[in-house]
């Protein structure tokens, strides 16, 4: 990082000189002034925090139109633009947080922006509802969110899908940022959250700024970050199932104004939902650990550094808790048979320096990254989920296997937003490097005969992929503002990637010698990428405003085995998959603020589809280009505190997605499935949620809080085929609160109605079920402190 570091000061020796000035003022509400107010310059390192009267300081703004946040609590956020010239005094009087809406912050464009003002569908789940809705993992966004859907087969790799362009392989159709770092595939990735400031889901292709694989949208995780002010929480859940869930985090300054920390960690336990028949044990017997920590370093006014460490270590006694048949699934839910039990091991690191320079003409920005994950099963998996010996899955073999790493570097240059100008761009460049190498073995028991004619017993066919990717790309933003209220935006992005595979195939019987079957075995491919983009917004006044936009986006190609059978050598490469969107929508802020509403319909166009075919017994999944399919429909939604003390959200969703040509590998040829729906795509979604708060003693912060949330999923499919489906379902969710002097017990339920209804499906030629989550409830017991 040194040379970036080096690159840095000397390009800031080019920077135009600029006068600087000081933002003074008072924040107030009916009451009087506001201590211990946040007030910070968005898009700099210049923050202050109000005194006993109100009033604050920010030294060394320079001129220009900036985008000043403030925040206390107790009250809603407000932004607020500011046009410095010299000296200004700003004062501005906030409403309480019953009567207005927090008015939010996003980095959806990988700059600070009000939502509100970004020509794009573009969702925010605030810190607040996070809580407020016990979304612990990434797939509780799910109808949250119109037009998303997370499914999860039982190992915590979540499958999403917005507006029906899905993720069908381990490269994700939805790109999935925390804290700035890509998570690059489903191996890396983690899902779990604590600790989140907000959730930002953009709808739509997003290659321009963030290229492979977010080809339907971004799931941008921000965590909370260290400040001057001390703060911290400490979190226990107790719940039915043998539910466990604590938390504690701290933020605090090490050297006030320059040095700062910030910890968290949560564990989380679970019995598990399911009953093994064999032998009447917990199936799916789960713990996980995770920790979260920061170091944040700011030279000056001009340099921030920050260092970020993430770690997860995950227990799951039953990763794969599938029910055989989807009549049992539902007669018997929760219910299964298995002879081989295994707990996976799955260890998670990610590691992320990033650098950041606020310029007079130029900010500049890199970010380094470090992921890897680890995961094995101590024990042969079942796979043939029945209590034959028939399927086993072998995959230690040590660390040199199954072991994923990758290394991501970004570098990006954009014109300052102190910059009063009518023109805004942003160029930069990524590169990636991620070493996949994986050795899987497949035991034929005694009962292997019953899964076919001529399957040898006895014996294990081992299988060595060493796969290695990498690419690189440039990209380049820029936007014009124009004093009749017209936006016009467009961007360019070009990617370059290599991927390369070796494989090897082994078989060996029974006590015999390890045989080779399929010599070292190598195939490369090259692929590349432009992703376009453009857009257009009129704002009527700072209210209403109406966009239109077209985006092209791409999910990354790569090679795929073409059989099972250690013997077959061959290899074939297949093509990225490409997605076109265009896009029309309106934003709108009503009732002075109370009431926030918009709208969007679209339309997508999918070509060269990927499609994964899982092959038996060995759980080989082939991807083939196969396939073209256009999506389209419109989304509603709106948040509303209308009423004093009622916050309510809601939205509804549909999606009309259908493949127009579609060959896969059937018995007897190829199968066309012109018409089908993709898989993990509900017809619609919606979402309805109220929390309510009765206050008691504003002095002693004492209050009751009720909340109800209702999400709304329509009819899906888990197969190409349309074979294996799942009606349309809603599940309720509820809590009953009470808070004293940071003190808060609240009693909480989800799925409380305990609606039976399909999580993720195979087809094996019969149903193999993974069950949502049955209803669950508990206590939580949460102390906030430094607030």
Not at 749 to 761: E, F, M, S, V
Request: charged share 15%; hydrophobic share 40%.
């Amino acid at each position: 990082m040194l040379r970036y570091y080096l690159f840095f000061v000397c390009l800031s020796l080019f920077y135009a000189a600029t006068a600087q000035y000081a933002i003074k003022g008072r924040i107030t509400a009916d009451s009087g002034g506001i201590p211990r107010a946040s007030v910070q310059l968005l898009n700099s390192n210049l923050a202050a925090s109000t005194d006993e009267n109100g009033d604050f300081a920010l030294e060394g703004v320079p001129s220009g139109r900036h985008l000043l946040r403030v925040s206390a609590l107790g009250y809603a956020a407000e932004n607020r633009t500011v046009t410095v010239n010299g000296d200004v005094i700003v004062d501005i009087q906030l409403a309480s947080v019953e009567n207005r809406l927090d008015e939010a912050i996003v980095t959806a464009h990988k700059m600070e922006h009000d939502p509100h003002d970004i020509p794009a569908s573009l969702s925010v789940v605030g810190a607040k509802e996070v809580e407020q809705q016990y979304i612990w993992n990434i797939m509780d966004v799910a109808a949250v969110v119109p037009n998303l859907n997370i499914a999860n087969p039982g190992d915590n790799r979540n499958v999403a899908s917005i507006r029906g362009i899905t993720t069908t392989s381990y490269n994700p159709a939805v790109a999935t940022y925390v804290d700035g770092v890509n998570q690059f595939g489903l191996d890396t990735y983690i899902p779990y959250l604590q600790d989140v400031e907000r959730i930002e889901v953009l709808r739509g292709p997003q290659g321009t700024l963030y290229g492979r694989n977010a080809m339907a949208g971004v799931i941008n995780i921000v965590t909370k970050q260290p400040t001057n002010n001390v703060s911290g929480l400490a979190e226990v859940n107790l719940g039915n199932y043998g539910q466990q869930r604590y938390l504690l985090g701290i933020r605090m300054p090490v050297l006030k104004d320059k040095l700062f920390f910030g910890a968290s960690g949560m564990f989380n336990g679970l019995d598990g939902f399911y009953t093994n028949d064999f032998d009447g044990s917990h199936y799916d017997k789960q713990h996980t650990v995770f920790g979260n920590y920061y170091l944040k370093y700011l030279p000056n006014t001009q340099w921030a550094m920050t260092l970020n460490v993430k770690h997860v270590s995950n227990r799951n006694n039953g990763a794969f808790s599938l029910i055989m048949g989807l009549d049992d699934a539902f007669e018997h839910p929760f219910r299964l048979n298995q002879n081989a039990k295994t707990t996976m091991v799955d260890e998670s690191r990610n590691v992320s320096l990033a650098i950041n320079h606020f310029g007079q003409a130029l900010n500049v920005s890199a970010q380094t990254a470090f992921q890897s994950n680890y995961r094995y099963y101590r024990d042969p998996i079942d796979g043939d989920f029945s209590p034959l010996d028939a399927v086993s899955i072998i995959n230690d073999y040590g660390k040199d296997w199954n072991n994923v790493r990758v290394f991501t570097q970004e570098v990006k240059v954009s014109s300052s937003p102190s910059k009063h100008a009518l023109m805004s761009w942003t160029a930069g460049a990524f590169l990636f490097h991620q070493d996949a190498p994986t050795k899987q073995g497949t035991y034929f028991g005694a009962d292997a005969g019953m899964m076919g004619e001529g399957t040898p017993t006895h014996a294990t066919s081992v299988l060595t992929n060493s796969a290695i990717n990498r690419g690189a790309a440039v990209f380049g933003q820029i936007g014009f503002r124009f004093e009749s209220g017209v936006e016009l935006q467009a961007g360019l992005r070009y990617d370059y990637e290599h991927a390369q595979l070796d494989a090897r195939g082994e078989f060996q019987p029974d006590g015999g010698e390890l045989v080779v079957v399929q010599p070292d075995t190598a195939a490369s491919a090259n692929f590349n990428a432009f992703t376009p983009s453009v857009s257009i917004k009129y704002a009527f006044d700072e209210a209403h405003h109406l966009y239109g936009s077209y985006a092209r986006g791409f999910r990354a190609g790569g090679i795929s085995q073409l059989s099972s059978d250690p013997g077959e050598a061959s290899l074939r490469s297949f093509a990225p998959e490409y997605s076109n969107n265009v896009e029309i929508g309106t934003k709108n802020l009503l009732w002075d603020r109370r009431l926030e509403l918009n709208l969007a319909v679209f339309y997508s166009r999918v070509n060269d589809a990927q499609v994964p075919t899982l092959v038996l017994p060995d759980a080989v999944t082939v991807t083939q280009n196969t396939g073209r399919m256009e999506s389209m429909g419109g989304e509603l939604e709106a948040t509303a505190r209308v009423v004093r003390h009622l916050s309510l959200w809601g939205n509804v969703a549909f999606t009309r997605a259908r493949y127009l040509d579609l060959n896969t590998a059937g018995n007897g040829g190829n199968v066309q499935l012109k018409g089908n729906r993709p898989v993990f795509t509900p017809d619609w979604t919606a979402f309805l949620g109220a929390q309510y708060v009765v206050p008691v003693d504003r002095t002693k912060r004492q209050q009751l809080q009720l909340g109800a949330y209702a999400k709304f999923f329509g009819q899906q499919y888990f197969t190409v085929e349309n074979t294996l489906g799942q009606g349309a379902y809603s599940l309720l969710n509820v809590n009953i609160g009470y808070s004293l002097m940071g003190y808060e017990l609240i009693c909480w339920g989800q799925n409380l109605a305990n609606k039976r209804y399909i999580d993720y499906a195979y087809d094996f030629g019969f149903a193999a079920v993974h069950m949502g989550r049955p209803a669950t409830y508990g206590l939580t017991l949460r102390k906030r402190f430094g607030l």
